[in-house]
């Protein structure tokens, strides 16, 4: 028998010993291998951890991950879109004024028009004027609730602002400014966003008047004491209706029968304001002309 095969042949027992110690080496090996795997595992973990709620940097960390936590993105046209778990808000486009804010901007018959100036303007309901003013402006009720957020912050919402909201009456005309309503001041007021960012107004279903789609305008200000002149304001914008809501009051109540033929001859694509895109300022409506509309609408703010 061959000298190294004779050097390995210690007998049975030998034999059984040497396996057994291969089989505890494979186990050691096996739970360190194990033990490997769980650090590398807790590392990611901890990377994990830090995108899903621990801010810009974290969130980095791994740029290729999806996680429920915030996050943002800028678009093309410079707004800012954000979500916050399965919510999302975007940036308000700003839009005109108008010539009939009433917020000191412009002057009717030579005098400065400023409704912001005036007591009472601070109200929920702003179908009636107030002060020294004491018409009513009749119409399809409809609340309207707006809820201002962050879009700096992840959606959250940005309680203490204000809000003021103004738009024609179902003739097509607005207070202060028109002829035959020029000392009324209804369909403009004021409120403070409650701690959920909201604010509601009791009104009207605006009228549509000859080369605008049915429109309502408001102005965003950093708190009620700064809501008293245009050039607080950090935001202008409108909100706009559905073509459906539009056509079923303008078809069948009471005064608004100049807006049907108005409305018919005008559409988004063409309106002067929301033909470059109206998604951000569509409102969602629901009611009926019996019973009254609600609209609500996000209103995005960068603060």
């Known amino acids: 028998m061959p000298a190294h095969d004779h050097d390995h042949d210690h007998g049975l027992n030998h034999d059984l010993r040497r396996l057994v110690e291969l089989e505890r080496r494979r186990q050691a090996l096996r739970l360190l291998g194990g033990a490997g795997a769980l650090g590398g595992l807790g590392a990611f973990g901890l990377l994990a951890g830090g ?58 018959n030579g005098s400065v028009a400023n409704a912001l100036a005036l007591s009472g303007i601070v109200r929920s309901d702003i179908r009636s004027s107030f002060g020294s003013a004491s018409g009513t402006a009749a119409g399809v009720p409809m609340t309207v609730t707006l809820t201002l957020v962050n879009t700096n912050g992840g959606c959250a919402a940005l309680g203490g602002y204000a809000i003021y909201l103004w738009h024609c009456d179902r003739g097509g005309n607005y207070s202060m400014y028109s002829s035959g309503v020029t ?53 202008t914008s409108q909100l706009a209706f559905p073509t459906g809501d ?58």
Do not use: W
């Not at 966003?193 to 000859?210: E, H, K, L, N, R």
């Open 51 to 108: 995108c899903g709620g621990g801010g810009a940097d974290a969130g980095l960390a791994l740029s290729g991950s999806s996680t429920s936590g915030s996050s943002s993105t800028t678009t093309s046209s410079g707004s800012t879109t954000s979500s916050s778990g399965t919510s999302s808000c975007s940036v308000m486009p700003e839009e005109t004024a108008g010539p009939y804010p009433g917020d000191g901007s412009n002057s009717v």
């Open 183 to 235: 000392a009324q001041n209804y369909l403009r007021g004021v409120q403070a966003t409650d701690s959920a960012g909201q604010v509601s107004f009791q009104t009207i279903f605006p009228g549509c008047y000859s080369g605008r789609v049915p429109h309502m305008h408001f102005e965003v200000y950093p708190s009620l004491a700064t809501a008293t002149g245009y050039g607080n304001k950090i935001r």
């Open 246 to 303: 539009c056509t079923t009051v303008y078809g069948t109540a009471t005064g608004y029968g100049s807006s049907l033929s108005n409305f018919n001859s005008i559409s988004f694509a063409t309106d002067n304001v929301f033909s470059d895109g109206v998604t951000l300022e569509m409102t969602t409506v629901s009611g009926n002309v019996s019973d009254g509309y609600t609209a609500t609408l996000t209103v995005g703010i960068a603060v």
